[in-house]
């Protein structure tokens, strides 16, 4: 007897917001600094007693994204934190959204979203190319705001649209 499959494809796209401070303390959010470990406060570093605040420019900025696909704006939303070691986050661990999210459903030209939601970007690693030096990774990038957005083609409430990542 064949098994019958559907395919569900899903994408995750990544956006980071032009803020002028990071997501989580006032530290300047500056893409573009290119030496290691400046811009830098006892939050991005994630020093005991040092407590976040939300960026509520990039906050706004979610909600207006999720006014223009349509989609249900929260009234309750939280944030997680994602454990793990990966020398891009050198605090250990990063500040997103996975279970209430801002922004619910929507749609661009025709593709249903799943979750438009929250989350600080994690900091720039560079590999050595061709005769330059290897530069660390730099920790002056990390903590900017970022958004992402996600659907795909099935039902965004079935149970195989929710498995797909972590951003789903």
């Known amino acids: 007897m064949p098994l019958s499959y559907k395919a569900t494809i899903g994408l995750e796209i990544h956006a980071e917001l032009k803020t002028k401070s990071k997501m989580f303390c006032g530290c300047k959010n500056d893409p573009e600094e290119k030496r290691p470990n400046v811009n830098i406060c006892p939050i991005c570093m994630a ?11 990039a906050f706004k900025n979610v909600i207006k994204v999720g006014m223009a696909v349509g989609g249900k704006i929260a009234d309750f939303t939280e944030f997680d934190r994602k454990n793990y070691f990966y020398p891009d986050i050198p605090k250990g661990y990063q500040i997103s959204q996975y279970k209430y999210p801002i ?8 593709v249903e979203i799943t979750r438009v939601h929250l989350e600080e970007d994690t900091a720039r690693s560079t590999h050595p190319v061709r005769g330059r030096p290897r530069e660390a990774s730099a920790t002056a990038t ?4 970022a958004s992402n957005g996600a659907g795909d083609k099935g039902d965004p409430a079935s149970p195989e649209a929710s498995q797909g990542g972590y951003s789903l």
């Open 103 to 110: 922004v619910s459903g929507g749609s661009i030209n025709g």
């Open 142 to 145: 990390s903590g900017r705001p």
């Open 47 to 57: 020093h005991p007693g040092a407590l976040p605040v939300i960026n509520k420019e």
